[in-house]
């Protein structure tokens, strides 16, 4: 919504994981959501017949909103709800009848293991970056990596039979040999020779894997936050397609499914939509108010449903050609981003998963919030002049990126290490040269960059302190929901406001 409809409408604002636009004052962005006023919803503060609002609204948002309560409880850790609950649990287990299957206790053993190990992560670790729509949702998607970087590990040390067969204590149907699927073959968008179907060609080309290409491009434009750096992943990953065909039949594809189908209509829609979102998210007034403080139901329904949107918003200018450190660090991103990417093909390769099985939507459904939140740790520690510790969930994101790496080179050894056609050494070759002269050129000999001068050094200081304010501050009511005095205050106001 745009900040000039604020006096208009008292809009209700958006919210989930958490940014703040660098116009944005912590006062106008961190209160609470409004209401929209409406001839149906016409409060004692507010009359249609005389020639403006009655009630002060300017004045209402100047002032410290907070937290009435209405989320408060379930903000809280409930530290001693979940003791009580776990050791409940194991006191249940604790008195049951033993068993005698070794198997079936391990597995148990491990699930509870690790069932407890994640109901402690979300109880006691540290917020994350993100609020919304709750933070133990991101503190269990934190400790969710964890879990599955251990596991990783511990698939690390075995053998590529071995990994198979643990698969199959996940699912019966995994660690079976299968047949890649080649999207290569005959490339005729008509075939002449087949009159009843001569699209089928196309046709055979729609699988699962496009909706994916679309909602996943739509989703990586969010978490990338900048156009330019959607485009080069996306036309970068079909060169890497064209690179590793000889290894993956899986990327044997036609020249129309790559730059047409994939590419410009899966991907190019996905980002279209992506900047749209961008654009609505970046524009919207985050404007909070307390869910009983909105006295029309149409306005508590906007304040739940903006509950899963961004709290507040950052948007990412990575300033590439800023500085040489700073072009050698998107260099790392798109790197690492292309990276998990192939992961994706490799693992369920050498680790025989088909492609529509759960497990691999699973993987990808995980990585998005890591990702997401990866990368805004990874620009706050780029751009934030007071930011010197590279974020917890990048370090363990990278450190994922890396152990699957590491996996696909051990149990597809014979898969990695096919030659490389001479086209691909020649065309790699070229476009490494050309990046090395681009930057010796750009960065020593005709240098481009912006100048970054201390007016610019105290722009981003200031507006990363307003951003750590928002985020640090959700709610001022959660340090005194319980203070009697608070309560009474409170209590005493609203009286004598009624009076």
Request: net charge negative; glycine share 6%; hydrophobic share 40%.
């Amino acid at each position: 919504m745009k900040k000039t409809e604020m006096a208009e409408n008292w809009d209700s604002g958006g919210g989930g994981g958490g940014d703040v636009s660098p116009e944005y004052s912590p006062m106008t962005s961190g209160g609470d959501v409004s209401q929209e006023v409406s001839s149906n919803d016409v409060s004692p503060e507010y009359s249609p017949i005389t020639s403006g609002p009655v009630h002060d609204w300017e004045e209402e948002r100047s002032t410290e909103f907070f937290d009435d309560g209405t989320m408060t409880y379930f903000w809280r850790a409930h530290t001693l709800n979940t003791l009580v609950f776990m050791i409940c649990f194991l006191l249940y287990e604790a008195l049951s009848p033993p068993y005698e299957d070794m198997v079936d206790n391990t597995k148990r053993g491990l699930v509870a293991s690790v069932s407890a190990f994640i109901l402690l992560g979300v109880t006691v670790t540290p917020d994350g970056p993100f609020k919304r729509p709750h933070p133990a949702i991101w503190r269990f998607t934190f400790i969710i990596s964890i879990v599955y970087e251990l596991g990783l590990i511990f698939v690390l040390y075995q053998s590529a039979s071995g990994a198979r067969q643990l698969l199959k204590h996940i699912d019966p149907k995994l660690g079976e040999p299968m047949e890649e699927k080649d999207y290569g073959g005959t490339c005729h968008l008509y075939d002449h020779e087949t009159p009843d179907d001569p699209y089928h060609n196309i046709k055979d080309k729609l699988d699962l894997f496009v909706p994916l290409h679309f909602f996943g491009w739509w989703l990586k434009t969010l978490l990338l936050r900048d156009w330019w750096l959607c485009w080069v992943i996306s036309v970068m990953f079909e060169i890497l397609e064209y690179t590793l065909e000889h290894q993956l039949p899986n990327f044997s594809e036609c020249w129309w499914d790559h730059w047409i189908m994939d590419a410009l209509v899966c991907n190019g829609l996905g980002i279209y939509c992506g900047l749209q979102s961008l654009k609505y998210f970046s524009m919207k007034t985050y404007h909070w108010r307390g869910l009983w403080n909105i006295p029309s139901y149409r306005g508590k329904l906007r304040r739940i449903l903006g509950q899963f949107g961004p709290y507040v918003w950052v948007d990412y200018d990575w300033k590439p050609l800023s500085s040489l450190g700073r072009w050698f660090s998107m260099l790392g991103i798109i790197a690492i981003f292309l990276l998990a990417e192939l992961n994706t093909f490799y693992l369920k390769f050498v680790l025989w998963v088909e492609p529509g099985h759960w497990a691999n939507l699973v993987r990808l459904v995980l990585i998005l919030p890591w990702g997401a939140v990866a990368l805004r740790e990874v620009f706050q520690f780029l751009d934030d002049p007071d930011c010197m510790k590279f974020g917890r969930q990048s370090w363990l994101f990278l450190a994922i990126v890396c152990t699957e790496l590491l996996i696909v080179i051990k149990f597809g050894w014979e898969t990695v290490t096919i030659p490389f056609p001479s086209y691909v050494v020649t065309l790699w070759m070229g476009i490494f040269i050309l990046l090395v002269l681009w930057t010796v050129w750009n960065f020593f000999i005709d240098p481009h960059t912006f100048k970054v001068d201390s007016h610019d050094v105290e722009r981003r200081r200031e507006h990363w302190s307003q951003v750590r304010a928002i985020e640090t501050k959700l709610s001022p009511s959660e340090s005194r929901l319980f203070n009697p005095q608070f309560l009474f205050d409170k209590f005493i106001h609203r009286k004598t406001k009624d009076d």
